[in-house]
């Protein structure tokens, strides 16, 4: 692996971040911490705008996360004449481009919140981009196993570049796609972004916005921004950092249960309704100390100041491993017999979030805010 520079002093480092603007996907986010503060060295932060209400934004601060106040990006009429938008499906998804202001960071991977982590993927920050104006992400799907109607035409199965890589697929394998090579082939998924920061990177995506006239006809808001934006700065990943949960009918053979580091639960998601063939939740038969699993904010700020090694040490004996539940059900999930249903999978998502409930409940009544929004 090619690995890049390290971070110069007080450059802040690195970060995995997401976006949350809403309460309903306050669960969400709950679930993809429990995974990612087991398995990685570091820090979660969660950008927030003011549509996210003051009693969740100080929840999630008890909770130990870095909350980054960003302002709502997105087009508009003026600036688009067939721009909608009331369009609610895009209307927080722009906002995501403000990851790139976050100077303060050396490297961050940007990763939405209907995601949950089997397996360490901090290698990704180790990862060269061959400029510092690159982005790294996996290629898009473009086999629309659910024959949505509004997909483009050209969304078939054998347009999709995700045919072309092969299981085990190796960090560096997927290949950089020529400039002349079709439409589809540069086109990747946002669920996960790595990417060096920069305010001209963020003043060049908000002129893109701005003035772009591809942007009203845009049906994956800042997806397919970034894609257009960075046709020939885009490094492809491999399907198992971002598997979208579709690839395991979509791409039989290519999916491996075992192989996933993390899995992301596009179009429905698993809190909309609890798996009724999920036996009830098993207590665990300890309770840790704090209650709820330690964020890697916690340890932020001695990432830079500690050798490696040091810091290392210091974060394992603070993690806790993924819930046993999780990697039992991950093991017996049934093959995928279904193009349209996905509620195996969606188990392991319960399985993560029962486990955090659990603990929510031996501390007071706040569960019931963040509950509130999954339906059973």
């Known amino acids: 692996m090619t690995l890049s520079p390290p971070a110069k002093p007080g450059s802040g480092g690195r970060a995995w971040v997401t976006l949350i603007t809403n309460p309903s996907y306050v669960a969400g986010l709950l679930a993809l911490h429990r995974t990612i503060s087991s398995l990685s060295d570091y820090p979660l932060l969660a950008m ?21 106040p960003v302002s709502h990006l997105s087009p508009s009429t003026s600036q688009h004449a067939g721009f909608d938008p009331d369009m609610v499906r895009l209307n927080d ?3 995501k481009l403000q990851v790139f202001g976050l100077v303060e960071y050396d490297k961050v991977i940007l990763i939405d919140a209907d995601m949950i982590f089997l ?14 104006d690159w982005i790294g992400a996996a290629p898009a799907c473009v086999c ?15 347009n999709c570049s995700l045919s072309h890589q092969q299981s085990p697929t190796p960090l ?7 400039l002349d090579a079709p439409r589809t ?47 020939g700065r885009w490094r492809p990943l491999p399907w198992w950092c971002n598997a979208l949960k579709t690839l395991r009918g979509a791409h039989k053979a290519l ?6 580091a993390n899995i992301h639960y596009i179009i429905d998601k698993p809190w909309a309704a609890r798996p009724a063939s999920l036996p009830p939740h098993r207590p665990s038969s300890t309770m840790p100390s704090p209650y709820l699993p330690p964020s890697p904010s916690s340890v932020e700020s001695t990432h830079e100041s500690l050798p490696s090694h040091a810091y290392l040490k210091s974060a394992l004996t603070k993690r806790r491993t993924l819930p046993p539940a999780l990697l039992e059900i991950v093991r017996n999930t049934p093959e995928q017999e279904s193009l349209t249903d996905y509620v195996e999978v969606h ?10 409930l659990e603990e929510m409940k031996t501390k007071g009544v706040e569960w019931k805010m963040v509950d509130r929004w999954v339906k059973r």
């Open 119 to 132: 397996k360490d993927m901090d290698e990704l920050f180790d990862l060269e981009l061959p400029g510092r």
């Open 93 to 95: 998804a722009w906002t």
């Open 48 to 68: 927030t705008t003011p549509s996210l209400p003051e009693s969740y934004q100080t929840f999630l601060k008890s909770y130990g996360f870095k909350l980054i």
């Open 255 to 260: 999916w491996k249960d075992e192989q996933v």
């Open 185 to 231: 082939a540069h086109l990747l998924n946002s669920g996960l972004v790595i990417l060096y920061p920069s305010t001209t990177l963020l003043d060049s995506l908000v002129s893109f916005l701005e003035t772009s006239p591809t942007v009203a006809q845009a049906l994956f808001a800042d997806q397919d921004v970034i894609a257009e934006a960075f046709k």
């Open 347 to 356: 188990k392991w998502w319960w399985v993560v979030y029962e486990d955090v």
């Open 144 to 158: 629309n196993p659910l024959n949505l109607e509004h997909y483009p035409k050209d969304w078939i199965p054998e």
């Open 172 to 178: 560096l394998s997927p290949e950089i796609p020529s």
